[in-house]
């Protein structure tokens, strides 16, 4: 992917990564900790975690794109070095998410209706239906993991989009911009 409306993709995609990543981490950590936070965003946040694992390698490829256009720096060379650690980040947040969303809907469906009595047999005797979970969704231990995991997993994402965020900054922006005001363009008053 090269250009979009005459700008580079990779500046336009780099901003919903930069921002959705660690959205879905803070979301991650929330639905792990949190269950009337489970209950809204479980789900969703499953889905966007997925979209941005869709989206950190076409932000990486239209990145490789610009960076074969632009003059190689040490800056931009650290960039793109840290920007292919984005998907170590956004693949366990979506895993970890989809993970969330599944013991929720398991626990849902144990915890509201799982056992469900069937037509009496002769003897007037209900018969008791268990539905099989897999991911042990009424674990407090499992639930305790998970949690562990969704902070070390989440604070680790924010903190790579932090540095690749930052080196990418740096990349574009050092000695470009000056502590003073530029003059051009006064009439000198």
Same mark, same amino acid.
């Given at each position: 992917?090269?250009?979009?409306?005459?700008? =580079?993709?990779?500046? !336009?995609?780099?901003?919903?990564?930069?921002?959705? !990543?660690?959205?879905?981490?803070?979301? !991650?950590?929330?639905?792990?900790?949190?269950?009337?936070?489970?209950?809204?965003?479980?789900?969703?946040?499953?889905?966007?975690?997925?979209?941005?694992?869709?989206?950190?390698?076409?932000?990486?490829?239209?990145?490789?794109?610009?960076?074969?256009?632009? =003059?190689?720096?040490?800056?931009?060379?650290?960039?793109?070095?840290?920007?292919?650690?984005?998907?170590?980040?956004?693949? =366990?947040?979506?895993?970890?998410?989809?993970?969330?969303?599944?013991?929720?809907?398991?626990?849902?469906?144990?915890?509201?209706?799982?056992?469900?009595?069937?037509?009496?047999?002769?003897?007037?005797?209900?018969?008791?239906?268990?539905?099989?979970?897999?991911?042990?969704?009424?674990?407090?231990?499992?639930?305790?993991?998970?949690?562990?995991?969704?902070?070390?997993?989440?604070?680790?994402?924010?903190?790579?989009?932090?540095?690749?965020?930052?080196?990418?900054?740096?990349?574009?922006?050092?000695?470009?911009?000056?502590?003073? =005001?530029?003059?051009?363009?006064?009439?000198?008053?």
């Amino acid at each position: 992917m090269g250009t979009v409306n005459g700008l =580079p993709a990779h500046i !336009l995609l780099v901003h919903a990564v930069v921002v959705l !990543l660690p959205l879905t981490a803070l979301l !991650l950590v929330l639905t792990a900790a949190w269950p009337q936070a489970r209950r809204r965003f479980a789900g969703p946040n499953a889905v966007l975690s997925v979209l941005v694992v869709i989206l950190v390698p076409l932000t990486t490829s239209a990145g490789e794109w610009l960076e074969e256009r632009l =003059p190689g720096t040490e800056l931009l060379h650290e960039h793109a070095e840290l920007g292919d650690t984005a998907i170590f980040a956004a693949i =366990p947040v979506a895993l970890l998410a989809l993970v969330i969303w599944w013991r929720h809907r398991e626990a849902s469906v144990a915890g509201s209706g799982d056992e469900h009595l069937g037509a009496t047999g002769g003897g007037g005797v209900a018969t008791a239906t268990r539905r099989r979970t897999y991911l042990a969704p009424l674990s407090l231990t499992v639930t305790r993991v998970v949690t562990v995991l969704a902070v070390l997993i989440g604070g680790f994402a924010a903190y790579d989009t932090y540095r690749i965020g930052d080196s990418g900054a740096k990349a574009a922006w050092n000695d470009k911009v000056s502590s003073t =005001p530029a003059e051009q363009g006064r009439d000198g008053d």
